[in-house]
């Protein structure tokens, strides 16, 4: 056995999109230990470990389950990295108001840019899309199935915690 038995395309894509989360989290914690000194509270924080353990599941099922010679679809694969300018679009638009929890500062502005104009919560379609999207680039359907289910039932409530603060802010800002 040698390590390109073990090491494919989809193990470095897996181990690229947990060094992209890694980052993302660095940059996540900075943005809410700022927020918290300036008055933010979080909401749902019991909540954060399993949105966190649902992340790493998923990556780790793209570097576990996936065969290391599965074919890789090139247009997903494209398909996915387009996903990533979305991504940081998002995260753009929200600047030092971005955070993977649930912080909200009251008298903060509610971000009305970039994709919001769009959609409420244009972090979480991403994030279904290309769990759904990355398995699928190597031929993983019934992955991108099962995490794409398990996803969404976890953001749908994340997303109840989130507009339930959101709407707390709004009638405060009124």
Sequence with gaps: ????????????????????????????????????????????????????????????????????GAP?????????LALQVARY?????????????????PGAPISCNGPYRYLSHPNYAVTIIETFVLPLAFGAVALAVIMTALWWTVL???IRLEDGALALRRSVDA
Excluded: C
């Excluded at 390590?3 to 894509?13: E, H, N, R, S, T």
């Design 72 to 80: 890789v679809v090139w247009p997903l694969i494209a398909y996915y």
């Design 1 to 68: 056995m040698t390590v390109l038995d073990i090491i494919g395309a989809p193990q470095i894509a897996a181990l690229i999109v947990l060094a992209q989360r890694g980052l993302e989290e660095l940059y996540s914690a900075r943005n809410t230990r700022a927020l918290l000194t300036q008055g933010a509270s979080e909401v749902g924080r019991e909540f954060y470990p399993v949105v966190a353990a649902t992340h790493l599941a998923w990556i780790a099922s793209l570097f576990f389950l996936i065969p290391s």
């Design 89 to 105: 679009w998002v995260i753009a638009s929200l600047g030092r108001f971005w955070t993977h929890r649930i912080i909200t500062l």
């Design 156 to 158: 749908a409530s994340k």
